[in-house]
């Protein structure tokens, strides 16, 4: 009987130590993933998110609202408003990501005119009109900056910049590679023109992004905005308009003026009259080996590299341009056009000018209106209401537009050529991210000597699929 109850009491002894050791062991466990996770910063006792659970589970929250991953103390991650964003702890670091990828197909069908003057113009073509990353930081609310890659066109330089913010008047200045402010046209996203191409003068003749420094008040209050800059013409004259991005050696400089006003905004833009103005200046070097100024455009499509309208190479050391434009918005209706006029100070050619202009009428046959941004005075993306779901029968945004755009590169010594578009447009805008578009142009062009074209034409019909996020 005494064995048995001392095996007994051996066998209990065993269990109560087995069990001794399984919680000493959980014990040792949960002590050390502490003191791990302490010495690693995520659940320090001093942490401002962990002396007070209440505040602990504040943060918690508003992170699982806004979306975000990550451990709360250290950078967090989460989609919001159509970005890829990434915070410090404290969110004194930002950054915010964004792409568009922009694909083009269509065909193009040429008279035999033209087809003589640019063997390669007829044919069906798909590519890559856009696939690009921008990158924008915030550096505790002190400095900010952008950093833009397109690697469908390499070659060309995006927006790189970067300005102060602490000074009310500095953070309005920005320096880096960057848009000079000309052109309502240019100045607007291509993610967000209504036709898959700007018009045929804004090509030719803008200048393009460029190194330097840009002044924009930025002031949404205001009737009356403006934006100014200097700039080294770091894109060659030989590539103003189409491919003014691609940098090379400062060959010259420009000086740049915009402004614009608003006469009439009301309902939240969906009444509203902008006019505007703009100058540019542009010295050359004339000690620079290639000084000459070279205007072109393509038509209106990038299905082609061939320019049915060219200037070829003007020697000069100067060219003046000017641009006005006027915009409408009524409702689903709006209306948009601008004249351009540029004067060369040339060593030869007579000091040509040339010109040129567009207009264009849109509708929204789902009710929506363009979107204007007050400060930097351009029209923005259409979010439809409501977006894209079948299922309900909802449709998202249908636009329809028609277009009309001239440019004349004839004058004295040179016969660059003349081309008249008429281009119809049908946009339909899933959501904010998604929209398809329809392009048909009807190209004419006459009176360029080389190659020579008496009176050619061409049929283009285009289509794009658009993703931006």
Known sequence: MRNQKCKESATDTRRFVRTQSKFSILVIVFASCFLILSADGRVLADSPQTKNMDSYYKALSERVEKGVKGPISGWHYYWKDGYFSIDSRKENIKFRINGQIIVDGGDIDADDE????????????????????????????????????????????????????????????????????????YLTSISRVTFMERALPDAAFSSGRNIGIRYDSLNPDRRINLGVGFFFNTGSFSTVGEGANQISEANGFDVTTRVFGLPVYGEDGRTLLHLGLGYSYGSRNEDDLDFSMQFRTRPESRLTDDRLVD???????????????????????????????????????????????????????????????????????????????????????????????????????????????????????????????????????????????????????QARFQFIW
Do not use: C
Request: hydrophobic share 40%; no cysteine; net charge negative.
């Open 114 to 185: 033209l087809q003589n003057a640019f063997p390669d113009l007829d044919g069906s073509i798909i590519h890559f009109r856009k696939l690009d990353v921008s990158i924008y930081g915030n550096f505790y609310d002190t400095v900010d900056f952008k950093v833009g890659f397109d690697f469908a066109n390499v070659r060309d330089i995006q927006d790189i910049w970067i300005r102060y913010l602490k000074n009310p008047f500095l953070k309005k200045i920005k320096i880096g590679n960057m848009k000079e402010p000309f052109s309502m046209e």
């Open 311 to 461: 200037t070829g190479s003007i020697y000069g050391n100067r060219r003046d341009t000017v641009n006005a434009e006027l915009a409408m918005v009524f409702g689903p209706w709006s209306f948009q056009g601008q004249g351009y006029y540029i004067s060369l100070d040339a060593d030869a050619a007579d000091d040509p000018d040339f010109w040129g202009y567009y207009a264009f009428l849109s509708y929204f046959i789902t009710g929506e209106h363009r979107n204007y941004n007050r400060s930097i005075g351009v029209f923005t993306g259409v979010e439809p209401q409501p977006s894209f779901h079948p299922m309900k029968g909802e449709w998202g945004a249908w636009e329809l537009a028609l277009r009309h755009s001239y440019v004349d590169l004839n004058d004295g010594e040179i016969y660059g050529g003349k081309e008249s578009n008429f281009t119809a447009g049908l946009n339909w805008i899933h959501n904010r991210n998604v929209r398809l578009m329809f392009n048909y142009i009807h190209a004419y062009v006459k009176d360029r000597a080389s190659p020579p074209v008496d009176n050619g034409r061409a049929h283009i019909f």
